[in-house]
């Protein structure tokens, strides 16, 4: 059993609401009146009012932009390497901003991190992220690393998994798991249902949480107590993630609700049997907020009163889809309401179509 100490967030400093995002797409597209409308639509019940993004492009006419103009038509199109640039230099400092969110007023300190887990999955280099990390928070050059790329919204889960089993097989680890995604870097113009929908879901954000063994300080937020995963296959091609040479392409099909919605219950099934609990024996859910669509779809499956996913709702309106680093922000909101306590399931989404799950005992 391990403990999870604190959990610290970041956002970068452009704010945009998602009218003016939508705004940008307006003019980007010269669609006709009808498509027009239809975007409008999509922005409006999206449940998102604010997004954030670490270059201003989204807020600024597009005869104004900075980061990606090269000319009024977007041609040509920003290459991978200069969405990687802009990566490199953007994606460690807000990392490093979270964790020092995440030491405030804490028990351990930066001195006593042993293991570092980096997730991410929409920048990749070697050296990377880790040892960006590494010097940026003066850690010793021998802490223990590990990489967790390119597994989309439940990488997060997936780090405290591994966290946990660190913890568990030495007790006086201590471990810094930090997820940070750029997914705004990744903009595509194309009027495919796959881009208009990640292009009024995605944002950027990063969290980082520390994971502790027995051994350490018995201050802390929860304790984790299990995990359970499964991959739905008839849903690869519904859900995916693909290098090109203008960016990343997000595969993001109109029928992964529904593909939650037809599988969630038999796998929550599973996971509680996995726990040995009972669906009454749940005391919050901490769901990754995808999209509306698909809270929407959990709360129909699961049954759920209208008030078990408000702080993801919440965290989707403020914030938006982030990618990996989103689940913790739902986490942290929910081990901080004090109406919240017991037995915590969280689950996540993502390429595969894989949907991970965790315990945690607050």
């Not at 498509?35 to 270059?55: A, F, P």
């Not at 964790?99 to 070697?126: E, K, R, W, Y």
């Not at 520390?210 to 300080?217: F, Y």
Request: aromatic share 8%.
């Amino acid at each position: 059993m391990s403990k999870l100490i604190s959990i610290g967030t970041a956002n970068p400093s452009h704010a945009i609401d998602q009218l003016s995002i939508y705004n940008f797409m307006d003019q980007l597209y010269n669609a006709s009146d009808d498509e027009r409308k239809k975007l409008k639509l999509l922005y409006e019940r999206s449940g998102i009012t604010k997004r954030y993004s670490v270059v201003p492009d989204y807020n600024l006419d597009l005869r104004k932009r900075e980061l990606f103009a090269f000319t009024h038509n977007l041609e040509p199109f920003p290459s991978l390497e200069k969405r990687m640039a802009l990566y490199h230099q953007h994606a460690a400092p807000l990392a490093v901003q979270a964790i020092h969110n995440a030491f405030i007023n804490q028990p351990v300190s930066l001195t006593d991190v042993t293991h570092l887990i980096t997730v991410s999955c929409t920048g990749m280099s070697a050296p990377g992220l880790d040892l960006q990390l590494l010097e940026q928070l003066h850690l010793p050059m021998h802490t223990h690393r590990t990489s967790v790329n390119f597994m989309g919204c439940y990488a997060a889960v997936h780090a405290l998994k591994i966290a946990d089993a660190i913890a568990t097989a030495q007790p006086n680890a201590v471990i810094l798991i930090a997820s940070v995604e750029l997914c705004t870097l990744h903009f595509q113009k194309t009027t495919d249902y796959d881009n208009l929908t990640a292009n009024a879901l995605f944002a950027d954000g990063a969290a980082a949480c520390i994971v502790t063994g027995n051994n350490q300080s018995s201050s802390h937020m929860a304790t984790l107590h299990g995990f359970y995963s499964e991959v739905f296959v008839s849903g690869k091609q519904d859900m995916a993630w693909q290098l090109s040479s203008t960016g990343f392409l997000m595969t993001l099909s109109a029928y992964i609700p529904k593909l939650i919605e037809s599988n969630i219950a038999g796998f929550m099934n599973k996971a509680l049997n996995q726990y040995q609990l009972e669906l009454k024996d749940v005391n919050g859910w901490c769901i990754h907020p995808g999209g509306r669509k698909i809270l929407e779809a959990l709360e129909l499956q699961l049954q759920l009163v209208p008030t078990a996913l408000q702080h993801s709702y919440a965290v989707l309106k403020e914030y938006g889809n982030m990618s990996s680093p989103t689940i913790l922000f739902v986490l942290k909101r929910m081990l901080e309401d004090a109406g919240v306590n017991g037995n915590l399931i969280g689950a996540a989404f993502g390429p595969g179509l894989t949907m991970e799950t965790f315990l945690i005992q607050k």
